[in-house]
C-alpha cells in the first residue's frame, strides 16, 4: 500500500504561482512513474504533468511552459510547480503513483485561479 498527501493548493490570482507538494510513504525511487491529474467539475479527470523514476517527463500542450514536475528523492516527494496560473486551471489537483502492482491515489487539493 503506497499512500500519497497532497498539499500546496489554494486560491491565486491569474498571473499567480503555485507549487503542489505530493509526499510518498515510500521512495520515490520504487515507483515506476509519478504524475499530477486533474479534475475540473463536470469535466473528465485529466493528466497535466508526469515523471518517470529515470526523470523522464512529459506535459500536457495547456501546460507546457507554465508549470514543471520535479522530484525530492531524499523527501520521497514530487513537485508540481504551476505559474502564469489561468483561469481554466481551476480544477482539484490529485497525484498519482504507479508501480507493477497498480495505482494509487491522493485525496486531492483545491486549486482555484480567479479572474
Not at 504524475?35 to 469535466?43: D, E, H, I, L, V
Not at 514530487?78 to 497498480?102: F, H, R, W
Not at 491515489?105 to 483545491?110: I, L
Request: glycine content about 14%; some cysteine.
Amino acid at each position: 500500500q503506497v499512500q500519497l498527501v497532497e498539499s500546496g493548493g489554494g486560491l491565486v490570482q491569474a498571473g499567480g504561482s503555485l507549487r503542489l507538494s505530493c509526499a510518498a510513504s515510500i521512495g520515490i525511487l520504487s515507483i515506476n512513474a509519478m504524475g499530477w491529474y486533474r479534475q475540473a467539475p463536470g469535466k473528465q479527470r485529466e493528466l497535466v504533468a508526469a515523471i518517470t523514476k529515470g526523470g523522464s517527463t512529459n506535459y500536457a500542450d495547456s501546460v507546457k511552459g507554465r508549470f514543471t514536475i520535479s522530484g525530492d528523492n531524499a523527501k520521497n516527494t514530487v513537485y508540481l510547480q504551476m505559474n502564469s496560473l489561468k483561469p481554466e486551471d481551476t480544477a482539484v489537483y490529485y497525484c498519482n503513483a504507479e508501480l507493477i502492482v497498480g495505482q494509487y491515489w491522493g485525496q486531492g487539493t483545491q486549486v482555484t485561479v480567479s479572474s
